[in-house]
């Protein structure tokens, strides 16, 4: 299974960004697609989750009302669209890859990719 995650770069407050984590290696029915973020200093967290068959979708409180998870199955990629970003929203965001039912914690997740720079200027 490989996960690439693309699409981060230098943004203002209030301003947006959509990433992309593109997927392969097997089939991924019955799969969730996370993503977390790490800042400086502190613990990777949980953003949102979509299942592979996109019924589901999940977010944390501090996202919620401004990023919207979606996902292209023809594709086999994951998109995170973020509106209006707050400085707080500076990280490096990975993408992540489990079988099973549970979006959250990290340490469920048996597939990462390399992360992609999500800097947010105030």
């Known amino acids: 299974v490989q996960l690439q995650a693309s699409g981060g770069g230098l943004v203002q407050a209030g301003g947006s960004l959509r990433l992309s984590c593109a997927a392969s290696g097997r089939t991924f029915s019955g799969y969730i697609i996370g993503w977390f973020r790490q800042a400086p200093g502190k613990e990777r967290e949980f953003v949102s989750a979509?299942?592979?068959?996109?019924?589901?979708?999940y977010y944390a409180d501090s996202v919620k009302g401004r990023f919207t998870i979606s996902r292209d199955n023809a594709k086999n990629t994951v998109y995170l669209q973020m509106n209006s970003l707050k400085p707080e929203d500076t990280a490096i965001y990975y993408c992540a890859a489990r079988e099973g039912y549970y979006y959250s914690p990290a340490r469920l997740y048996a597939y990462w990719g390399l992360g992609t720079l999500v800097t947010v200027s105030s």
């Open positions: 979509i299942t592979w068959s996109g019924r589901s979708t």
